[in-house]
């Protein structure tokens, strides 16, 4: 049954984040045929809207608003909405960041729709309604729902759908207006913003590969190690509790259950025993590797591969064969040099 | 200040999960529902709140069974909430977020709140769509992932910061405001017995499901299909090797070539 269906893109730095090619390609299984539109919103939208339009959508809508600068859910929520309605759009795919989840609550209040969030996979679709899968239980377990109705509001999970191809035609580029706000939810206004400590690499719950560290590191400089590996795998770096509670990473490199929550396709766990503490963070990963000095360590029993061993040696030979089988020059030269 | 704090019955994070004998969601036959996750923060923040402004007020609401509802409503109280809702889930309806937003709501119109304050996602299902959900069902600004909830007296404003991706946003907006809390101040307290006691006789106001099911859609729109653990994970598959190099080339070309997760 073919149906249209709206695609929400936020950029990141003037660029389409990669959030929003996924809910391209997301929106495009579930169209059946019928049409789908890309919807970004805020200001300055040329450069994320050209983005968008080679990333399998029909058409492209830039709804430009100063309302709709800085991620305030409930405008956007009334502009996406809005677009739904003008484009005669049953199914509305929000990405799968933070912020999305707060548009799919806020979207399927203002457009009377079930909504959820978190989606993982799209398991199925027919004439009622569609079915998706998402992670429960801090990852424990995995609850498949079937939402119904005329319309629908899903908001998947970073890394689980894989971004179309890209176009080699640009679909059009339109605008279209904001709708008008009410004053009430536009109170209040930004201040500032302090950007998280960078890992250098993509960020920690976007990130395709993660590669963290636990106290068997025994000192911050040797998270160096780490990072080298992280850059050979073009990974995010995380780190353990032990580890930001040391002082040793900010609050921010934290997984686990008062950290952050990842399911990246590979988890590196360097140096970490595995307390349920962290495993709650990062059990829904794809694929888990260990690499541990204690045999017995916990995260060999969740890990899929494990490497007993002392890590000090293990991970710069894994970081030296990863270069190698990518074709990576070592740090330090050029390539070619 | 009058705060509403949110708070969902969940199963104790120790529970064995398992499939309910349909298959189709967890099986809480023996299961205890507990306060937990971000909603112990929001009860925190909440009472932080109150403590530092002179006067204030907090009301704790839940949804769900009357039996679970009502248990963590006293341990609300326990903990030095001033008063409790309980909204009366109807009997086997399955809610959506938006559903649940509009029953929630009915807690909220009891009386004006300065703010509404929820953990950013529930410690069960985690979906984390309700504070904007509710926030736009009563037309009020609507933040969650949020840190650092200050209230200035001064400009009657409210001030925090707001987890992204990218870092952390600072706002300041005025009451009333809906927040999904990501961290409160300090670590949650625990009950005193003396305080738990207490609160086994303090009253709690009840909105009957009846109340509930009338501002409910006419049908449910979401329903579970199936509650799926994984394969129970059979420990790690163990790369033997001589030299660390060994270690690296083993775990490489599996990585590649069989679980084909490499760049």
């Not at chain 1, 993982?120 to 004439?127: H, M, R």
Request: hydrophobic content about 45%.
């Amino acid at each position: 049954m073919s149906r249209g269906v709206l695609a929400v893109a936020e950029s990141v730095d003037g660029h389409l984040a990669a959030s929003g090619r996924e809910a391209a390609a997301a929106a495009r299984s579930l169209s059946e045929g019928g049409t789908v539109t890309g919807l970004v919103l805020g200001t300055a939208l040329a450069g994320p809207a050209g983005e968008l339009s080679r990333a399998g959508v029909d058409r492209v809508l830039t709804m430009e608003a100063p309302a709709l600068e800085g991620r305030r859910a409930l405008p956007w929520a009334a502009g996406i909405a809005a677009a739904a309605a003008a484009t005669s759009a049953s199914v509305v795919v929000l990405p799968g960041t933070a912020f999305g989840r707060e548009l799919a609550g806020a979207v399927g209040s203002l457009w009377d729709a079930p909504a959820t969030a978190g989606v993982t996979e799209i398991v199925g679709s027919d004439a009622e309604g569609i079915e998706v899968a998402r992670p429960a239980f801090g990852g424990r377990a995995t609850q498949r729902l079937k939402l119904t109705g005329p319309r629908i509001v899903l908001a998947l999970r970073a890394n689980s759908v894989p971004p179309a191809p890209p176009a080699a035609v640009p679909a059009p580029i339109e605008p279209i207006p904001a709708p008008e706000l009410a004053a009430g939810i536009l109170a209040g206004e930004p201040v500032g913003f302090a950007a998280a400590a960078s890992t250098g690499g993509p960020e920690l719950t976007q990130a395709a590969i993660v590669v963290s560290g636990g106290r068997g590191l025994k000192a911050p400089e040797n998270f160096a190690l780490l990072e080298e590996l992280a850059r050979s795998l073009g990974a995010a770096v995380g780190a353990s509790r032990a580890v930001t509670d040391a002082g040793w990473k900010p609050s921010s490199y934290q997984v686990g259950q008062t950290g952050k929550s990842v399911a990246p396709q590979l988890y590196v766990a360097v140096g970490i025993s595995g307390a349920i503490q962290h495993l709650v963070g990062m059990m829904s990963s794809r694929v888990i590797v260990a690499i541990n000095s204690d045999p017995n360590a916990p995260i060999f029993r969740v890990a899929d591969f494990g490497i007993v061993g002392d890590l000090f040696q293990i991970v710069p030979a894994l970081t030296a064969e990863i270069r190698r089988v990518r074709g990576l020059a070592e740090p330090g030269r050029s390539p070619g040099a | 200040m009058e705060i509403l704090v949110l708070v969902k019955p969940v199963p104790e994070s120790e529970s064995r999960l398992r499939p309910s004998p349909d298959g189709r969601q967890l099986d809480t036959e023996g299961v205890k529902f507990v306060l937990a996750g971000y909603d112990e923060s929001a009860v925190e923040q909440a009472l932080l709140l109150k403590e530092s402004v002179p006067g204030s007020k907090v009301r704790a609401v839940a949804l769900g069974p009357a039996a679970r509802a009502e248990e963590v409503l006293r341990a609300t109280l326990a903990l030095g909430c001033d008063a409790a809702t309980l909204l009366e889930a109807p009997p086997g309806r399955e809610l959506d977020g938006a559903e649940t937003a509009r029953a929630l709501a009915l807690a909220a119109a009891k009386g004006p709140a300065d703010l509404i304050l929820l953990g950013k996602q529930s410690g069960d299902q985690e979906t984390g769509i309700l504070p904007t959900a509710l926030a736009a069902r009563i037309g009020r600004p609507g933040f969650s992932n949020v840190l650092d909830l200050r209230w200035d007296p001064g400009s009657n404003r409210f001030r925090f910061a707001r987890a992204t991706e990218a870092g952390e946003e600072r706002w300041e907006v005025p009451a009333p405001l809906v927040v999904g809390l990501q961290q409160a101040w300090n670590d949650p307290r625990t009950a005193k017995l003396q305080n738990i006691l207490r609160s086994r006789k303090l009253p709690i106001d009840r909105i009957p499901a009846a109340e509930v099911a009338a501002a409910l859609g006419p049908a449910p729109r979401e329903s579970a299909t199936k509650f799926l653990l994984p394969p129970p994970r059979t420990g790690a598959k163990m790369i033997e090797y001589g030299r660390p190099e060994e270690a690296a080339e083993q775990l490489v070309r599996i990585l590649r070539d069989t679980a084909r997760v490499l760049p």
